[in-house]
């Protein structure tokens, strides 16, 4: 088991940025004749559980009580019901103890962030996460700051985003820690590695470009590629350039389609992070990413499928997290 140095007794399977190159790493420029290898992310995800499930195990017999997680859900949205209720079975999996907390869309940002303000002072709450995206009358960026640092499983308080600028120890939004563990767990080199980012938002763009550009020698190392972030005034010619040249494209867009075959360089890592329902020519609904994946698949040497790839391993991170609030591992955050 490889450890994050200084992240004491919390810990995930090869969970490193190991960038000395050795022999049995995979490149990305992998032979392009053959069909792109699927980076599976609901085994991967299943595995990581599995390990956390252990380590809350592990933690309750040393006379500990079992982690706790609360969820703010505010309104009726669809996708996040949904998404609430895959983090409560995960939760209940691996042995954290939560709750869902449903507030009408009618409540005012001042009533959620006094919620918040309560739990926040609840010794028995280790992580507190508000489902993004919140009704229109509330600003998302009050109600994430309003979120104890040290609670804040999700990593969207500005304080966790700082941190995370300096690569010192803090709460990785989970979604780039879903992104950066299943490149390390397929061994998919980043060492001075040509990187395309998609998206640039604050919760999932960003912070994967942040953990991907940076220093390996640090607190939370990096991966020491030379990122691009392309967004939605990217012009589409640009955006081809950079995509070419890539040895990985990472997308997060939500734009279907928006990575074509034309764009990939033989043999590249592709992550899907996008997620779209859309309907079929015969009235069906399904999931697709921002990837042609059928056409892509036949360039690239790693690709994400959608749905089963970045989706389930965002959900185990946010088990890690939790497990990792609850074990305050964190130092040194001056909550606000």
């Given at each position: ?11 995930l ?9 050795p ?88 009533e ?25 009358h ?30 010192t ?5 989970a ?100 997620i ?14 921002d ?46």
């Amino acid at each position: 088991m490889i450890v994050i140095p200084r992240i004491a007794n919390v810990t995930l399977k090869r969970f490193s940025c190991k960038l000395n190159r050795p022999m049995h790493v995979r490149s990305c420029l992998s032979d392009c004749k053959k069909a792109a290898k699927l980076i599976d992310g609901k085994k991967i995800a299943q595995e990581i559980r599995t390990e956390v499930k252990a380590q809350v195990e592990e933690w309750v017999k040393q006379g500990h009580r079992n982690p706790c997680l609360i969820a703010i859900l505010v309104g009726e949205d669809p996708a996040s019901e949904k998404y609430v209720a895959n983090k409560m079975i995960a939760a209940k999996e691996v042995g954290i103890n939560s709750q869902t907390i449903r507030l009408p869309n009618t409540t005012t940002e001042s009533e959620v962030i006094d919620k918040i303000h309560k739990l926040n002072h609840d010794s028995s709450v280790d992580g507190i996460l508000v489902q993004l995206p919140v009704p229109a009358h509330i600003c998302e960026r009050n109600v994430c700051n309003a979120v104890d640092p040290l609670k804040d499983v999700d990593g969207f308080h500005t304080t966790n985003i700082g941190r995370l600028t300096l690569n010192t120890d803090t709460f990785v939004p989970a979604t780039a820690l879903a992104v950066y563990e299943l490149i390390k767990r397929y061994k998919i080199d980043t060492f001075g590695k040509n990187v395309v980012v998609c998206g640039r938002s604050k919760n999932v763009g960003l912070p994967i470009a942040i953990l991907l550009h940076s220093d390996a020698n640090n607190e939370l190392p990096g991966c020491e590629a030379t990122v691009t972030i392309c967004h939605r005034h990217t012009p589409p010619e640009e955006l081809a350039f950079f995509a070419k040249r890539a040895d990985i494209i990472i997308s997060a867009t939500g734009v279907v389609n928006l990575i074509k075959p034309e764009m990939v360089k033989p043999g590249a890592c592709i992550i899907d992070v996008g997620i779209t329902r859309i309907t079929t020519e015969n009235g069906k609904t399904k999931l697709v990413g921002d990837v042609d994946f059928e056409g892509v698949s036949k360039i690239a040497g790693y690709i994400t499928p959608v749905p089963g790839g970045v989706g389930p391993m965002t959900v185990a991170m946010l088990m890690f997290n939790t497990y990792k609030a609850a074990k305050h591992t964190i130092h040194s955050i001056c909550s606000e």
